[in-house]
């Protein structure tokens, strides 16, 4: 009988993600992904004023916040066929903007970095050394000898108490380990300062959400009135905050998070041939120039790319109901047609049947069903969205900015195109639309500004549609590119409340197990991809191809305990 490696939970991921591989000697021939939470917002929602579902599907993930809010306003607006001014338009690319560069900093140093940088091997480091390889790579300033030297002292007291604390029960010392000691210094200082830096640069957040994890939406607009000249809306002062954020997020993106990726991949070039698996790659398209009705003005392309092929994007339709479905005859729902069948979101039942193991369990039965997550598909194919995704499709629509920095990453690290095609890919695509954003950002920026001058100070659309006057019964889809990839809500609305509400989140696409025909989901396949592991109780490489989707399966699933409706306690002393 061949060996399964469990790993449960994977750590550094929002939510509950148990991974089973199953060996083939030192290599995985097959694994399986298996959500163990389960998500009732849907539920909730039904019976609800649409115009307040924004605030629940928020709720959601703790993370993914804003961009399921943005998800589910426009999916009303749709349902609804309702517009918005162009300056809400502005203000949402900039949050939107924000979240993903605040997501992707947050996920390389804190939820990533630990699977490529051995942050006891820093102890080892030259401060002198570590300032000159960092001097080498950009102009931050934060790279002197006494720097480095004040950065190992307080590592080196971490260790001595044996505190470790958010750096504990790793795989330190691991073969897989390549960096250099001065390498190890500096990542895992720059850990430290992005800690500080993202707390400063959510703040784009507040000032146009009101708050932040959760800021405030509107269906038909933003919530922040723009008056220059009062203290309780967004005047010069806030632009001038805001544009403040930008440049922060800007230079960090550019002096620090691009500079140690590239640094960080020189060493683990091997892993650009490992860790793709599907090669089916699938984006909703976002970050409009004009409205979000108009996909050729999208900054991030909409379209499918199959089987690597970069010249042909393949259209899609997310109110075709014959394009993304969902299946569930490997997951622990079922369907009023039976388990086999696969529905369009807009007739998308949410039916919990658990027929699993009682826990603790061994092994998942992955022949019968085994994950919360369901299994979406388009035409009927398994897809990857996310970095690479939007990455790809960039690319392959010749967005010239996109060419030139691939272009000149893959030189700097003497790898073909072919490497994209990775879980190094993934992760330096990461990186790469961080410092496009950034860029993106700017101009957007800039344009909100001009309308501002030029007198156009409108955030909302003021035909206030009283439920009288809708239809009696309307759909709508709402999408976007979230950080982690394609994010859809779908709404119906009957007699002015909720009918059905389905959400498929990135997670679900990448995270989802096997459908009726056995195909696996991204994650199976990835780690079905080229994975030879140096010792199974220390699976550094699960976690290595795992965290470069940067998993959220809290947004996929919720949890519950059927018994007690508690899963912990916590007391507080």
Same mark, same amino acid.
């Given at each position: 009988?061949?060996?399964?490696? %469990?790993?449960?939970?994977? =750590? ?52 993914? &916040? ?26 949402? @690319? ?8 605040? /997501? ?15 942050? %006891?091997?820093? $102890? ?11 001097? #080498? ?29 958010? +750096? ?5 010392? !691991?073969? *897989? ?34 708050? @932040? ?17 009062? /203290? ?28 140690? =990726?590239?640094?960080? *991949? ?26 979000? @009705? ?48 696969? $529905? ?10 658990? &027929? ?40 392959? &629509? ?11 990453? $893959?030189?700097? $690290? ?6 994209? +095609? ?27 500004? =001009? @309308? ?7 955030? +909302? ?17 709402? +999408? ?27 997670? =679900? ?37 795992? !965290? #470069? ?10 949890? &519950? ?13």
């Amino acid at each position: 009988m061949s060996e399964r490696i %469990v790993v449960d939970p994977i =750590t550094r991921i929002e939510g509950h993600l148990r991974i089973e591989a199953e060996m083939d000697g030192g290599r995985i021939a097959q694994a399986y992904s298996s959500g163990t939470m389960v998500r009732g917002i849907e539920i909730i929602l039904r019976g609800r004023d649409p115009r307040d579902a924004w605030a629940f599907a928020q709720r959601i993930c703790g993370v993914c &916040t804003l961009v399921h809010g943005v998800a589910s306003v426009r999916a009303v607006e749709d349902a609804l066929n309702y517009s918005i001014p162009k300056n809400a338009e502005l203000i949402r @690319n900039l949050m939107i903007g924000a979240q993903f560069i605040h /997501d992707h900093v947050m996920h390389f140093y804190h939820l990533h970095a630990l699977d490529w940088v051995d942050v %006891v091997s820093a $102890l080892e480091a030259d401060p002198k050394k570590t300032s000159e390889l960092a001097q #080498s790579l950009s102009s931050w300033p934060k790279s002197s000898p006494g720097y480095f030297s004040d950065m190992k002292k307080k590592l080196k007291g971490f260790v001595e108490s044996g505190q470790l604390g958010i +750096f504990a029960n790793a795989y330190w010392g !691991h073969p *897989a380990y390549k960096l250099p000691p001065e390498a190890n210094l500096m990542a895992v200082s720059h850990y430290l300062e992005a800690l500080a830096w993202q707390r400063d640069v959510v703040k784009l957040h507040t000032i146009f959400g009101g708050r @932040n994890p959760h800021p405030n939406f509107l269906v038909g607009g933003v919530a922040s009135p723009i008056d220059l000249n009062s /203290d309780s809306a967004i005047n010069s002062k806030r632009l001038s905050q805001v544009q403040e954020v930008i440049h922060q997020m800007k230079t960090f993106v550019e002096q620090v998070y691009l500079p140690d =990726t590239l640094a960080i *991949a020189g060493f683990y070039k091997d892993w650009g041939g490992r860790g793709e698996g599907l090669g089916n790659f699938l984006c909703y398209g976002d970050l409009p120039s004009q409205t979000i @009705n108009d996909p050729d003005s999208f900054l991030f392309p909409r379209g499918v790319i199959l089987d690597r092929d970069l010249s042909k994007i393949h259209e899609v339709d997310l109110d075709d109901e014959k394009q993304i479905q969902e299946y569930v005859s490997r997951s622990w729902y079922d369907y009023e047609d039976g388990k086999q069948a696969g $529905l369009h979101p807009y007739a998308g039942e949410t039916k919990l049947n658990y &027929t699993g193991p009682k826990p603790p369990y061994d092994h998942l039965d992955v022949e019968q069903s085994y994950s919360w997550l369901k299994s979406p598909r388009w035409k009927g194919k398994s897809m990857e969205v996310g970095p690479l995704a939007r990455v790809l499709m960039l690319y392959a &629509t010749g967005h010239e900015p996109t060419r030139e920095l691939a272009g000149k990453v $893959l030189k700097d $690290l003497d790898v073909p195109i072919d490497a994209l +095609f990775s879980t190094l890919g993934r992760t330096a695509a990461r990186t790469l639309e961080s410092k496009l954003l950034a860029d993106a950002m700017q101009g957007w920026y800039d344009d909100l500004v =001009t @309308n501002i001058k030029a007198g156009d100070t409108r955030t +909302f659309n003021e035909t206030l549609w009283e439920p009288s006057s809708w239809p009696s019964r309307c759909q709508g889809a709402g +999408f976007m590119e979230a950080p982690r990839g394609a994010l859809g809500h779908w709404i119906v609305i009957k007699d002015q409340k909720i009918d059905n509400y389905q959400a498929v989140v990135p997670s =679900t696409w990448n995270a989802g197990p096997r459908d009726p025909s056995g195909v696996p989901g991204a994650y199976e396949a990835a780690l079905q991809d080229n994975h030879e592991m140096h010792d199974p109780k220390q699976p550094v490489e699960i976690l290595r191809t795992i !965290h #470069s989707f940067d998993p959220c399966i809290a947004c996929a699933v919720h949890l &519950t305990d059927p018994d007690s409706g508690e899963k912990i306690e916590v007391k507080v002393r």
